[in-house]
């Protein structure tokens, strides 16, 4: 990109790690309601996948045979998780339409293609955090009372604590990948607007 290398090579322009979390983080409190209904569809496609996960291991260890889990129930998790996707993919559009003239106005103050990616992905991260630490407690919290209530606490409790935190890592960890994923296109759009079009448009 001629114009992006012509910045850099003048300017030397850069954006450090620790100014952009600062301004992703200012955006999400801005736009606190947006964000909050973005988490929301984050919460309940990892929160059910969560109950999954360890009330299957609950079962795996104790005496009754099987899980309760049925084959229709693992595509409830996949569809709402594709459903969660598409949230976000939507929300975030519609996020980089609303602030089509603040990202023009950065562009002109010399901010590069990447710097505005970049921004977009720590707020799709940060907001993919939270989403899978909720839904992960959320999950879990639903899968121990209702295991509890079948089998005893004091099955529940037996459960090895690796196993927690390994649904735990893998919860966090999906919730994130899935929403800086369901991301990269919106900001892939915002950092490839034309400055001068974006201070065009009346929003």
């Given at each position: ?33 947006r964000a909050a209904i973005t988490t ?164």
């Amino acid at each position: 990109m001629p114009t992006e290398t012509r910045s850099e090579a003048v300017g030397g322009i850069k954006l450090p790690l620790i100014e952009a979390f600062h301004i992703s983080i200012e955006n999400i409190r801005i736009r606190l309601t947006r964000a909050a209904i973005t988490t929301a569809s984050i919460v309940l496609g990892i929160a059910f996948m969560t109950f999954l996960m360890i009330t299957i291991t609950i079962f795996r260890y104790s005496r009754e045979a099987g899980a309760p889990i049925e084959a229709y129930q693992y595509w409830l998790a996949f569809i709402s998780l594709l459903v969660c996707v598409v949230s976000i993919t939507n929300s975030t559009l519609i996020a980089v339409y609303e602030r089509y003239k603040e990202i023009g106005t950065m562009k002109c103050l010399g901010a590069l293609d990447r710097h505005i990616l970049v921004l977009f992905l720590i707020e799709s991260f940060l907001l993919g955090l939270i989403g899978g630490f909720l839904g992960f407690v959320i999950g879990a919290f639903a899968a121990v009372i209702s295991c509890g209530l079948q089998l005893g606490f004091g099955v529940v409790f037996s459960v090895p604590l690796f196993n927690a935190i390994f649904s735990f890592g893998t919860s966090v960890m999906l919730a994130i990948g899935l929403s800086v994923i369901a991301t990269i296109y919106p900001a892939y759009q915002a950092a490839k607007s034309s400055p001068v079009e974006a201070l065009r448009v009346e929003i």
